[in-house]
């Protein structure tokens, strides 16, 4: 079975400053892909960013960007120069390689500080 | 590509009443995944179909609700008789293969009286 934890229901961040939210999970496999979704309130899902666990390198999009450890099974987000349209739950999904489902974390509630 | 649609975006009826929920995948994604998602519970999977086919529906609440894929372009969930705890937000999404993160459709927020 596969676990996605998100440990912090709540954070806020001043505009302009650098946040970061973790993730950590649980998997039995080798291969696995991790995401991270945004759900601002239009309620759309959207796709921010995607980590293949074969790779070592860091995944990165735009302000966007994650420290993944292996090792440790933790996968966090870090938003840079945040900004207003930032403001959104997010959440830490985990797939694995020969499977076709996502489990989802319970998400974090982010909310950027004008 | 317009990516997942889903209709409608608004479903407000009566207890007891039927309700259809609509979706078509993005072309060429094999696989479909119809989600829940409430305050308390967070996002659930109902059941997921890999070409047409049903693969998983273990995660269907009860009897009252079900699923179709009649082709790789349109899916339905179908609650009937409708309850006000079936109220939520429904998403469906489809992706292409297990590298690749899901694609979700806008979502479909379902209220019961």
């Known amino acids: 079975a596969q676990t996605v934890t998100q440990s912090q229901p709540e954070m806020s961040v001043q505009e302009a400053e650098t946040v970061t939210l973790s993730c950590t999970y649980d998997?039995?496999?080798?291969?696995?892909?991790l995401f991270w979704y945004k759900q601002p309130p239009s309620r759309q899902m959207i796709l921010v960013i995607r980590?293949?666990?074969?790779?070592?390198q860091n995944a990165t999009e735009n302000r966007f960007s994650v420290n993944f450890q292996k090792a440790a099974k933790s996968f966090s987000l870090k938003i840079s120069d945040s900004q207003l349209g930032d403001t959104a739950m997010y959440f830490c999904?985990?797939?694995?390689?020969?499977?076709?489902?996502?489990?989802f974390g319970k998400g974090t509630k982010l909310s950027v500080i004008p | 590509d317009a990516g997942v649609i889903q209709s409608p975006r608004h479903e407000v009826t009566e207890m007891g009443q039927e309700v259809t929920l609509r979706c078509k995948p993005i072309s060429g994604h094999d696989y479909l995944f119809w989600y829940r998602q409430t305050m308390m519970r967070g996002l659930e999977l109902l059941i997921y179909?890999?070409?047409?086919?049903?693969?998983?529906d273990s995660g269907m609440p009860e009897d009252r609700f079900s699923a179709k894929m009649p082709n790789a372009s349109f899916s339905t969930l179908k609650i009937q008789p409708s309850e006000p705890r079936d109220s939520a937000v429904y998403f469906c999404?489809?992706?292409?293969?297990?590298?690749?993160?899901?694609?979700f459709g806008s979502g479909t927020r379902l209220t019961v009286v």
């Open positions: 998997t039995s496999e080798n291969n696995y892909y």
């Open positions: 999404a489809s992706r292409p293969g297990a590298a690749y993160g899901y694609t």
């Open positions: 980590q293949e666990a074969y790779k070592q």
């Open positions: 179909f890999n070409n047409n086919v049903p693969i998983d």
């Open positions: 999904a985990l797939s694995g390689a020969g499977s076709y489902q996502l489990t």
